[in-house]
């Protein structure tokens, strides 16, 4: 049974900062691909940021425009942990945050979600 857990989501002010991580635990092959997803309150879920193995580049990244130059994501293969650094945290970033892996052989996998609140 593989396990997905978020931490590190809470209540900030605006201008402050956040750093969510994405555990991955149980009988597993390793993490492929990591992403993090948001849902706002009334609204779809939308993609954050993702970190992608390229065998030949090393791991590449991408971002949802609205976080571009505020958040990063990275992870540490070791640990099976994903990260997101969130700063210059907005009241529009206020959202659940999910944290989506590609395992390998296993696909993909889902976790809870975290609140994030940034108080204006």
């Known amino acids: 049974q593989v396990q997905v857990a978020e931490s590190g989501g809470g209540l900030v002010q605006s201008g402050g900062s956040l750093r969510l991580s994405c555990v991955v635990s149980?009988?597993?092959?390793?993490?492929?691909?990591g992403a993090w997803y948001r849902q706002p309150p009334g609204k779809q879920r939308e993609l954050v940021a993702e970190?992608?193995?390229?065998?030949?580049?090393?791991?590449?990244?991408n971002y949802a425009d609205s976080v571009k130059g505020r958040f990063t994501i990275s992870r540490d293969n070791a640990k099976n942990t994903v990260f997101l650094e969130m700063n210059s945290l907005k009241p529009e970033d206020t959202a659940v945050y999910y944290c989506?892996?590609?395992?390998?052989?296993?696909?993909?996998?889902w976790g809870q979600g975290t609140q994030v609140t940034v108080s204006s």
């Open positions: 149980g009988r597993m092959f390793g993490v492929n691909d």
């Open positions: 970190i992608t193995r390229d065998r030949t580049k090393g791991d590449q990244t």
């Open positions: 989506r892996v590609m395992l390998v052989i296993l696909g993909e996998r």
